[in-house]
C-alpha cells in the first residue's frame, strides 16, 4: 500500500518591509536553489488558472507592493510548490509593530529531508526571519490547536501538549510561538532561548546546524515529525519541556 503523502508547510516571520527592500526576489531565488529542479515562474489568476511568468523576476518586483512577495507556484500538479508572503498587522509580541510572514508549501516524495532544510533556511534567511518552522501540514495542524481557543473557552491541546499563549501576550518578538519538525531561530531567537546549551542541548545539536547568517537550523526527529508515533511525541515534549519561554508561557 502506498504511503500518504507528506505535505510540508513552511512559515517564517520577519520585521516588516520597509519598502521593497529586495527580500522577496532573496527569496525566490534561494528557495529555488534549494529544491532540485524548480523553476516558480507561474502565478494564478483569480480563477485559479495558470498564467506564466516571462518576466518573473521584473514582475515580483512590479506586483510586491509593501515589500510583499505575490503568489508564485511551479507547473507541476504532481509536485506543487507554492510559496507567498505578506505584511501582517498583528505584531510577533505584545504591543509589537506588524510583521512579514512567508509561507511555502510542497510535498516530500520528490524532495529529500536535506531539501526541506535547505528550503526553510532559503526562505528564512532570504526574509531575514527571526524564526520559523518546516511541519508537516498534519503534525501543524494539531500543533496549532496549542494556541487556538475551544468553543467552551482556553486552548485544548491534544496528546497532552502545553498551552501556549497568543502573540499579544507574548514579551518579544524574538521568542517563538511554537516548535515544529525544523526549526530556524536567528542569532537573537536562539540567545533569547538560551540555545545552544551544550550540556543540555547534545540531542539537538547532533541534528542542528548553523546557517548562513549565524542563525540555528533545529530538526527535532530525524523523520518528518509525525505526533501519532510516540517517540516522535515525546521529543516534541521533551523540546517544550528544555524550552519554556516558546509560546510565551
Not at 524548480?38 to 502565478?43: F, G, I
Not at 498534519?138 to 485544548?156: D, F, N
Request: glycine residues 8%; negative net charge; aromatic residues 8%.
Amino acid at each position: 500500500m502506498p504511503s500518504t503523502p507528506i505535505e510540508m508547510a513552511v512559515i517564517v516571520y520577519a520585521p516588516a518591509s520597509q519598502g521593497n527592500d529586495g527580500r522577496a526576489l532573496t527569496i525566490v531565488h534561494g528557495l529555488e536553489r534549494a529544491l532540485p529542479g524548480l523553476h516558480l515562474k507561474w502565478t494564478s489568476s483569480e480563477k485559479e488558472d495558470l498564467i506564466p511568468l516571462a518576466s518573473r523576476d521584473e514582475w515580483v518586483v512590479a506586483n510586491g507592493l509593501n515589500g510583499s512577495l505575490p503568489f508564485l507556484c511551479n507547473d507541476d500538479d504532481n509536485n506543487l510548490v507554492t510559496i507567498s508572503g505578506w505584511e501582517n498587522p498583528n505584531g510577533l509580541a505584545l504591543e509589537g509593530p506588524p510583521h512579514f510572514e512567508v509561507h511555502a508549501d510542497f510535498r516530500m516524495e520528490t524532495f529529500s529531508h536535506s531539501d526541506a532544510a535547505n528550503a526553510l533556511e532559503a526562505i528564512a534567511d532570504g526574509a531575514r526571519a527571526l524564526w520559523g518552522h518546516a511541519t508537516p501540514f498534519k503534525a501543524a495542524v494539531e500543533i496549532a490547536e496549542q494556541t487556538a481557543p475551544a468553543l467552551a473557552g482556553p486552548p485544548s491541546p491534544p496528546k497532552g501538549l502545553p498551552v501556549l499563549n497568543c502573540s499579544w501576550d507574548i514579551s518579544s518578538p524574538e521568542i517563538p510561538h511554537r516548535l515544529g519538525w525544523l526549526n530556524y531561530w536567528s542569532a537573537t531567537s536562539a540567545r533569547a532561548l538560551g540555545f545552544p546549551d551544550p550540556s543540555r542541548d547534545a540531542d539537538l545539536l547532533s541534528r542542528a546546524r548553523r546557517t548562513a547568517t549565524n542563525g540555528w537550523l533545529v530538526r527535532l526527529t530525524d523523520e518528518p515529525l509525525d505526533l501519532d508515533k510516540p517517540a516522535h511525541l515525546d521529543t516534541l515534549l521533551k523540546a517544550y519541556e528544555r524550552f519554556p519561554k516558546i509560546g510565551g508561557r
